[in-house]
């Protein structure tokens, strides 16, 4: 078999489809392909209450599908928190090296594993200024890890992510980002706060008083629309008036 | 403003490529730690910068560094061909009207909303070089999630093989199309030109 030919041929299926619906059994064919059993193409947002705006097509049996969704383990599952501190796939026998595994992680994937998802290989999807995601294929317990295949699996799951932003950006469900929302003295403001300081330090750093840097923070808290430092420190990350080289960097 | 620019034997000559080889320096050297060699003690420049390279140089009205792209031919020695073959299954792409993008670089000093607009008008300067030099794919070697990105701009991508871990980064080899198609596709990708910063291109070009 020519694996390139294959991963060739199984990234125009991936980006022949014109719908969703499409994309979920072309995903299916790619994961067999694979060698694996089920897929999970995602966003790392709360999918219930996120509704339509977020990615997530799977063919992960029912049962566990719907329980994850109740318990809102987008956001907190621990496979996609490993594919946050990494750009490349891995297997996720290999997690608890990546990422400090609590108990209750643990119970999850022991859980997963009863309800038909054993061992998986994650693809991270990192497109700045919008949600983190993932592809994800996997097997149910005590089937081999398709060791070969993982190359391919890798391109696969980047090329099908893509694939299902173009489909959900058609849907008007992933604007461009918004111009900036703060200003250049707002930003800095919340630039130093990220980085530890106080309203008085920051004060002293900007040349400004320590009223005029609390109104700067209280202004940008505003353009947001929320009420806590730490909401507006994640919103102007999440958007990337901020990065996170920005604060360790020096 | 959008530069295309060449550079011949000799020093590096003042002004904007001067300025794009110390932010090459800054950002590949200084910050992805990359292995490459560093003249004195202040430029990014290797055997692949001579007068077969074009530039693609975005500066300031003040002729500071913004953001550039260095394109090699690839019917001469170039990056793919002469150190990651392997990561071709068929061989690296060569001809008179592909050409290889290296050395993309957004400079140091922007913030996350012009780094976003310097990147959005260089992938857009990039496509419309290729379609005014009749240069019908573009070649490239990226670490995986950079290749997220890449895809994301929406140009028509296709792997050349399966990516591969060497020294240390999982590396994946593209070909990227360019035809008639191409600027829109990056339209809709939302990729959207600042003309501020690409000024009159033509011209420039």
Sequence with gaps: MNIHLTAVQLIRIVEGVRNVDDLTTAMAVVAARLGFQHFALTHHVDVLAAGTSAIRIHNYPVRWADYYDRQALGVSDPVHRASHVTSVGFCWSRMPRMIPLTAEDRRVLALGREQGIG???????????????????????????PHKMLPMAQLAGAFAFEAARRLW???GHLPTPPPAALTDRQRDCVLWAARGKG??????????????????????????????????????????????????GR | MLQVLQ????????????????????????????????????????????????YLVLAGSDGRHLGSARLLRTDRPHILGSFYSELCEDGAPRG?????IT??????????????????????????????????????????????????????????GLPRKIDGALLAALRIDIDADTPARLRAAGIAPSPAIAGDARVAA
């Excluded at chain 1, 061992?119 to 890890?145: I, K, L, Q, W, Y």
């Excluded at chain 1, 330090?201 to 923070?217: D, N, R, W, Y």
């Excluded at chain 1, 507006?232 to 990065?243: A, P």
């Excluded at chain 2, 050395?103 to 260089?122: H, I, M």
């Design chain 1, 119 to 145: 061992d998986g290989f994650t693809v991270p999807a990192h497109v700045p200024g919008e949600a983190r995601g993932s592809c994800s294929f996997a097997n149910e317990a005590g089937r081999p890890m």
């Design chain 1, 169 to 171: 950006s058609t849907r």
């Design chain 1, 199 to 248: 309203d008085w330090e920051i004060g002293q750093i900007l040349g400004i008083s320590e009223e005029t840097v609390a109104k700067h923070i209280r202004l940008a808290c505003e353009r947001y629309g929320v009420h806590k430092r730490t909401s507006l420190l994640i919103r102007t990350l999440f958007d990337g008036t901020i990065t996170f080289g920005d604060i360790a």
């Design chain 2, 7 to 54: 550079f011949g034997a000799g020093p590096i000559p003042d002004g904007v490529l001067r300025a794009m080889f110390a932010a090459r320096k800054a950002v590949f050297v200084d910050l992805l730690k990359w292995d490459v060699p560093v003249l004195d003690g202040a430029y990014e420049l290797d055997q692949f910068d001579d007068e077969h390279a074009t």
């Design chain 2, 96 to 100: 008179k009207n592909i050409r290889e």
């Design chain 2, 103 to 160: 050395r993309f670089c957004l400079d140091r000093s922007l913030k996350a909303a012009e780094r976003r607009q310097v990147r959005d008008t260089l992938v857009t300067a990039l496509a419309e070089h290729a379609l005014g030099e009749g240069i019908a794919a573009y070649s490239a070697v990226a670490e995986i999630g950079w290749l997220q990105q890449i895809l994301a701009f929406g140009w028509r991508c296709v792997p050349l």
